[in-house]
């Protein structure tokens, strides 16, 4: 069966410093990879989307990246976070159809 | 791009009572609809999701119910039980090959009174 796993779970991280998010799903092959990032009491931002190895589309400009090295491995990153930056991000993965299944998560405070 | 509007943002139902949420979307070309529970501090879960041929689809308590031509969508819950009680986000997407991620919305905060 196919498992994501996302890590780490939390981070706390001062302003101005780099961020790497990391993702990857197992079980499958050449899936659709998706990062989104939740505020505190809100819904769901798309952030960006990966339909194969070196294509990442952007949904929202902002102080974030993403590169996908690997077949199975999504990764966010920032050069360098500001406050608004805060949030729980998720990442996400589908197969053949839109379900869309989505890993535990990581809660990102950025001080 | 697509827009999606959830309501209402919070709910209160008695235990045993019904609950309904309702969203609409704005691009007419979206054609999945699904339906997330999350729990405070985890990851949203799929509870159950329709597609654009189809108007209704029902899986024991859950109901989900589409009209295309009104771009809206609703989900039911039926005989309400404490562990009902989480947010719940609609979605919506437009890609037959699932490539474009899904727009949420502002999910409901769904509380089951004992």
């Known amino acids: 069966s196919q498992t994501i796993h996302q890590w780490p779970a939390t981070l706390v991280q001062p302003v101005g410093s780099p961020l790497s998010l990391e993702c990857t799903v197992e079980g499958t092959s050449n899936p659709n990879l998706y990062w989104y990032r939740q505020a505190a009491g809100r819904g769901l931002q798309l952030l960006f989307y990966s339909v194969g190895i070196g294509q990442i589309s952007s949904e929202v400009p902002q102080n974030l990246s993403a590169s996908r090295p690997q077949d199975r491995q999504f990764i966010l990153s920032s050069k360098k976070l500001l406050l608004s930056d805060s949030g729980f991000y998720l990442c996400?993965?589908?197969?053949?159809?839109?379900?869309?299944?989505f890993g535990a998560g990581t809660r990102l405070s950025v001080l | 791009g697509e827009n999606v509007e959830q309501h209402p943002s919070t709910l209160s139902v008695q235990e045993g009572d019904s609950a309904v949420i309702k969203c609409t979307y704005s691009d007419s070309a979206s054609n999945y609809f699904p339906w997330y529970k999350q729990e405070l501090g985890k990851r949203p879960q799929l509870i159950i999701d329709?597609?654009?041929?189809?108007g209704e689809k029902k899986d024991q308590r859950i109901a989900v119910t589409l009209n295309k031509t009104a771009k809206h969508f609703s989900l039911h819950i039926t005989e309400t039980q404490p562990e009902d009680s989480a947010v719940y986000f609609c979605?919506?997407?437009?890609?037959?090959?699932?490539?474009?991620?899904?727009?949420f919305g502002k999910g409901t905060h769904l509380i089951i009174q004992p």
């Open positions: 996400a993965w589908t197969g053949g159809s839109q379900v869309q299944y």
């Open positions: 329709i597609r654009s041929n189809v």
């Open positions: 979605a919506a997407s437009k890609s037959g090959g699932g490539a474009d991620g899904l727009t």
